[in-house]
């Protein structure tokens, strides 16, 4: 081959390629067995690439493509009878080939205009007029790895159009043809006139119009009646539905685009929402690029709806143009669902013939919510044209009940309330009982605890989110009406935890019924559990400023009432630490430290009382402190007191359990150990002795005797001889520690003791 670059003449061992200073980029030579006028050509694009097709085995080789090409990314595929080059090009660039006496030149151009072939439709084939039709190609599809077969042309002819069907989609091309078959049933041929698609047996039609049309929302842009859901019978309905499921499952898993959507398009005339969404993400799970399809959006937008999740509608709605009637409509519906009024309102009441389009069972579903729409956005003249299009439709009876309250033909509204209670249809006999109470309170037919009453018994007949938002609201406002505020706030409280989404909505509520309750001193002449338990509920409502403090200060009192102290003494302490004012911060503390007081807390006390003693103060409440000052020295010394005094007495307790478990076991040791200790701390150093303390000077005596201890005994009667009083228990005292009488002692000595043991002896007999 003879590479010409720059005018310098190069040789090379590759023949097939060559490129010079003439206006073309490169060329592709042609072996001499073979004319280049007569090899058949076909050039496309898809996605990155340019391809150029070639029915001729020609010896290009890769390296020497990049070579010439200086794209690193060239690359040839040789296929029988064929060669495919395949060279990547940014957007905007396309590849155009002339041909020359013994080659091809290749160049890029901007834009490239080649003759369309017509197409026709004749019995189930497509028929593509091309005067120089050539060989078709059989390749594999670079994107999808699908069949594609490329028909080339000698001429100029091409398919620029997308055009598409179950079975087949063609890649616009610049020459000749390209179509990615769902599978090797489909065939592309070579006529005198031109190409024929069609399907390789003879009875298997391909499913096209005549002439070509599209299938229903291929693209929603193009499609002026938008989704077009068919229009059959249930029962029709319900046929088609088992149809387009076994298509699906038999068609190829990467060909089931068509399939899909008509699926879905039939289960969404059937209100089967949340089952056409999972169809369509099945899809895209086999097709990942099928997402950016404006029919898979429309489609999967309309099944959100349909299953009540139109944050997720409004996702793929937002990816739609807002020309398009069909998303505008769609996009109205699901602003209506998160009850955006006033957008619902002004998009929907613009495309109310809409749904007349509907099929039956979709449009039993969504005509409602528009209609409710166009009643909370107050677009009354749109909701009656509603009305005029769907005069006797049941599932709008409390649309039109809700609509005759709103213009005040209050009698008609009840009437028509107290009917559609009695229907079937569970959710509007719901709503129309709740908003029959409140209008029968609205007129005064009854109270406000009558009308609470019937809403508590009846708030879960329907647990839709915003009716029972609504209806727990409504019931807070008829409870705060009669008084009851404990119920109402607690009632308000519960909505937090089931809609944390309404916070707003519902603490602006809670906020204007706890400014109420404290301007109007309810909270004062509650109970003190109903107004400590409600002030404690709701203490995020209370300001952290001063301004909170006269809640804080009714909720210590109460807590106070309750016996509750350590509560209450934390509500004291955040009341003090924010108020700025110096008085009010002096009285605040000095309650404070009498609570501590009464409470026997004095060492809080005292700390609060110096802490106090920092502010500017009078001589009036420096006065209050030293009275203060002294009741707390005074309790102290008491508290002292009864601390000995308690500790004595323990300590007694235990002597005595000593005593006699030593006396159970004849441990006199012990018990004369004990007793000595009981002695020192019941018996006085001085003075005539009690009968108890003259008892343990007893018993002390009588111990040492059992010892024969003559020295303690000595002892014990040193002490306490002469401090017992006449009787009983001096005499035994005195036999006890005297010494035996003995034929040497004093005769006086021993009539004494015999008189005492007589004493002794004649007072037990008594």
Same mark, same amino acid.
């Given at each position: 081959?003879?590479?010409?670059?720059?005018?310098?003449?190069?040789?090379?061992?590759?023949?097939?390629?060559?490129?010079?200073?003439?206006?073309?980029?490169?060329?592709?030579?042609?072996?001499?067995?073979?004319?280049?006028?007569?090899?058949? #050509?076909?050039?496309?694009?898809?996605?990155?690439?340019?391809?150029?097709?070639?029915?001729?085995?020609?010896?290009?080789?890769?390296?020497?493509?990049?070579?010439?090409?200086?794209?690193?990314?060239?690359?040839?595929?040789?296929?029988?009878?064929?060669?495919?080059?395949?060279?990547?090009?940014?957007?905007? #660039?396309?590849?155009?080939?002339?041909?020359?006496?013994?080659?091809?030149?290749?160049?890029?151009?901007?834009?490239?205009?080649?003759?369309?072939?017509?197409?026709?439709?004749?019995?189930?084939?497509?028929?593509?007029?091309?005067?120089?039709?050539?060989?078709?190609?059989?390749?594999?599809?670079?994107?999808?790895?699908?069949?594609?077969?490329?028909?080339?042309?000698?001429?100029?002819?091409?398919?620029?159009?997308?055009?598409?069907?179950?079975?087949?989609?063609?890649?616009?091309?610049?020459?000749?043809?390209?179509?990615?078959?769902?599978? @090797?049933?489909?065939?592309?041929?070579?006529?005198?006139?031109?190409?024929?698609?069609?399907?390789?047996?003879?009875?298997?039609?391909?499913?096209?119009?005549?002439?070509?049309?599209?299938?229903?929302?291929?693209?929603?842009?193009?499609?002026?009646?938008?989704?077009?859901?068919?229009?059959?019978?249930?029962?029709?309905?319900?046929?088609?539905?088992?149809?387009?499921?076994?298509?699906?499952?038999?068609?190829?898993?990467?060909?089931?685009?068509?399939?899909?959507?008509?699926?879905?398009?039939?289960?969404?005339?059937?209100?089967?929402?949340?089952?056409?969404?999972?169809? %369509?993400?099945?899809?895209?799970?086999?097709?990942?690029?099928?997402?950016?399809?404006?029919?898979?959006?429309?489609?999967?937008?309309?099944?959100?709806?349909?299953?009540?999740?139109?944050?997720?509608?409004?996702?793929?709605?937002?990816?739609?143009?807002?020309?398009?009637?069909?998303?505008?409509?769609?996009?109205?519906?699901?602003?209506?669902?998160?009850?955006? &009024? #006033?957008?619902?309102?002004?998009?929907?009441?613009?495309? $109310?013939?809409?749904?007349?389009?509907?099929?039956?069972?979709?449009?039993?579903?969504?005509t409602p919510i528009v209609a409710e729409a166009l009643i909370r956005s107050g677009k009354i003249h749109a909701l009656e044209q509603?009305?005029?299009?769907?005069?006797?439709?049941?599932?709008?009876?409390?649309?039109?009940?809700?609509?005759?309250?709103?213009?005040?033909?209050?009698?008609?509204?009840?009437?028509?309330?107290?009917?559609?209670?009695?229907?079937?249809?569970?959710?509007?006999?719901?709503?129309?009982?709740?908003?029959?109470?409140?209008?029968?309170?609205?007129?005064?037919?009854?109270?406000?605890?009558?009308?609470?009453?019937?809403?508590?018994?009846?708030?879960?007949?329907?647990?839709?989110?915003?009716?029972?938002?609504?209806?727990? %609201?409504?019931?807070?406002?008829?409870?705060?009406?009669?008084?009851?505020?404990?119920?109402?706030?607690?009632?308000?409280?519960?909505?937090?935890?089931?809609?944390?989404?309404?916070?707003?909505?519902?603490?602006?509520?809670?906020?204007?019924?706890? &400014?109420?309750?404290?301007?109007?001193?309810?909270?004062?002449?509650?109970?003190?559990?109903?107004?400590?338990?409600?002030?404690?509920? &709701?203490?995020?409502?209370?300001?952290?400023?001063?301004?909170?403090?006269?809640? %804080?200060?009714?909720?210590?009192?109460?807590?106070? @009432?309750?016996? %509750?102290? !350590?509560?209450?003494?934390?509500?004291?302490?955040?009341?003090?630490?924010?108020?700025?004012? @110096?008085?009010?911060?002096?009285?605040?503390?000095?309650?404070?430290?009498?609570?501590?007081?009464?409470?026997?807390?004095?060492?809080?006390?005292?700390?609060?009382?110096?802490?106090?003693?920092?502010?500017?103060?009078?001589?009036?409440?420096?006065?209050?402190?030293?009275?203060?000052?002294?009741?707390?020295?005074?309790?102290?010394?008491?508290?002292?007191?009864?601390?000995?005094?308690?500790?004595?007495?323990?300590?007694?307790?235990?002597?005595?359990?000593?005593?006699?478990?030593?006396?159970?076991?004849?441990?006199?040791?012990?018990?004369? !150990?004990?007793?000595?200790?009981?002695?020192?701390?019941? $018996?006085?150093?001085?003075?005539?002795?009690?009968?108890?303390?003259?008892?343990i000077a007893v018993n002390l005596a009588f111990t040492a005797s059992k010892m024969h201890d003559i020295s303690k005994i000595n002892?014990?009667?040193n002490d306490y001889i002469n401090r017992i009083p006449a009787g009983p228990q001096s005499a035994l005292f005195m036999v006890i520690?005297?010494?035996?009488?003995?034929?040497?002692?004093?005769?006086?000595?021993?009539?004494?003791?015999?008189?005492?043991?007589?004493?002794?002896?004649?007072?037990?007999?008594?």
């Open positions: 081959m003879l590479l010409h670059i720059c005018g310098i003449l190069a040789v090379s061992t590759e023949p097939s390629l060559a490129i010079s200073t003439k206006p073309y980029w490169f060329r592709i030579l042609v072996p001499n067995n073979l004319a280049p006028s007569q090899i058949g #050509q076909a050039i496309f694009r898809e996605g990155s690439y340019e391809y150029i097709v070639l029915a001729a085995k020609l010896p290009v080789r890769k390296f020497a493509l990049r070579q010439v090409t200086g794209i690193p990314d060239a690359t040839v595929v040789h296929l029988p009878g064929a060669t495919v080059l395949q060279i990547p090009l940014p957007l905007g #660039q396309d590849i155009i080939t002339t041909v020359g006496n013994s080659s091809f030149h290749v160049d890029i151009e901007k834009s490239i205009a080649s003759k369309a072939m017509p197409v026709s439709f004749n019995k189930g084939a497509i028929n593509l007029k091309c005067d120089r039709s050539a060989a078709v190609v059989s390749m594999s599809d670079p994107r999808t790895g699908r069949p594609l077969l490329v028909g080339t042309v000698l001429g100029s002819g091409s398919i620029k159009s997308n055009l598409s069907g179950p079975g087949y989609r063609f890649i616009p091309a610049s020459r000749g043809i390209a179509v990615v078959a769902s599978s @090797d049933a489909i065939t592309l041929s070579p006529e005198p006139s031109g190409f024929v698609l069609q399907a390789m047996e003879p009875e298997a039609r391909l499913p096209i119009g005549n002439p070509f049309v599209k299938p229903p929302l291929t693209d929603v842009s193009d499609t002026p009646n938008g989704i077009n859901l068919p229009q059959y019978g249930i029962i029709g309905l319900r046929r088609r539905l088992g149809i387009e499921r076994v298509a699906v499952a038999e068609a190829p898993p990467l060909d089931r685009r068509e399939a899909t959507f008509r699926l879905a398009r039939v289960m969404l005339a059937l209100d089967m929402g949340p089952e056409a969404g999972a169809a %369509l993400d099945r899809l895209a799970q086999s097709q990942p690029y099928i997402v950016r399809s404006a029919q898979w959006q429309l489609l999967h937008a309309v099944s959100d709806i349909v299953s009540f999740h139109p944050n997720k509608a409004l996702k793929h709605l937002q990816k739609m143009p807002k020309s398009e009637d069909q998303a505008n409509f769609w996009r109205g519906v699901a602003d209506a669902e998160i009850y955006n &009024n #006033q957008n619902s309102g002004n998009i929907l009441r613009k495309y $109310i013939n809409v749904l007349s389009a509907l099929p039956v069972a979709l449009r039993g579903q969504v509603l009305f005029q299009l769907f005069p006797n439709e049941k599932y709008l009876r409390l649309e039109k009940a809700e609509l005759q309250e709103k213009l005040g033909n209050n009698k008609n509204a009840l009437i028509s309330y107290h009917d559609i209670i009695k229907s079937r249809n569970n959710r509007d006999a719901a709503i129309a009982f709740s908003r029959m109470i409140m209008l029968e309170y609205k007129l005064n037919k009854i109270d406000a605890k009558s009308a609470a009453s019937l809403l508590l018994n009846h708030i879960y007949d329907w647990r839709g989110e915003h009716h029972e938002l609504s209806l727990r %609201l409504h019931l807070a406002q008829l409870q705060a009406a009669y008084g009851a505020w404990p119920e109402a706030m607690a009632g308000l409280n519960r909505a937090l935890i089931l809609f944390p989404n309404e916070t707003d909505s519902i603490n602006g509520l809670r906020q204007k019924f706890f &400014n109420t309750l404290e301007n109007d001193d309810s909270l004062k002449k509650m109970s003190p559990l109903a107004a400590a338990a409600l002030i404690e509920d &709701n203490m995020d409502l209370i300001p952290g400023s001063s301004l909170g403090m006269p809640v %804080l200060k009714i909720l210590s009192s109460k807590l106070l @009432d309750l016996g %509750l102290n !350590h509560s209450s003494e934390k509500i004291f302490n955040t009341i003090i630490k924010t108020v700025k004012n @110096d008085r009010e911060k002096f009285e605040l503390s000095i309650d404070l430290a009498k609570f501590q007081i009464r409470q026997n807390n004095l060492d809080s006390a005292q700390i609060i009382l110096n802490r106090i003693n920092n502010l500017p103060l009078s001589f009036d409440q420096k006065r209050i402190i030293d009275k203060l000052n002294n009741e707390m020295e005074t309790m102290k010394n008491k508290h002292v007191d009864e601390k000995i005094f308690i500790e004595e007495k323990h300590k007694n307790s235990e002597l005595k359990k000593i005593i006699i478990d030593a006396d159970r076991k004849k441990d006199w040791k012990t018990e004369e !150990h004990a007793l000595s200790a009981l002695a020192r701390l019941q $018996i006085p150093k001085s003075g005539m002795l009690s009968n108890s303390e003259a008892q002892e014990i009667k520690t005297d010494p035996p009488i003995s034929k040497k002692g004093n005769l006086q000595d021993a009539i004494r003791k015999i008189k005492n043991l007589e004493s002794v002896v004649g007072d037990n007999k008594k």
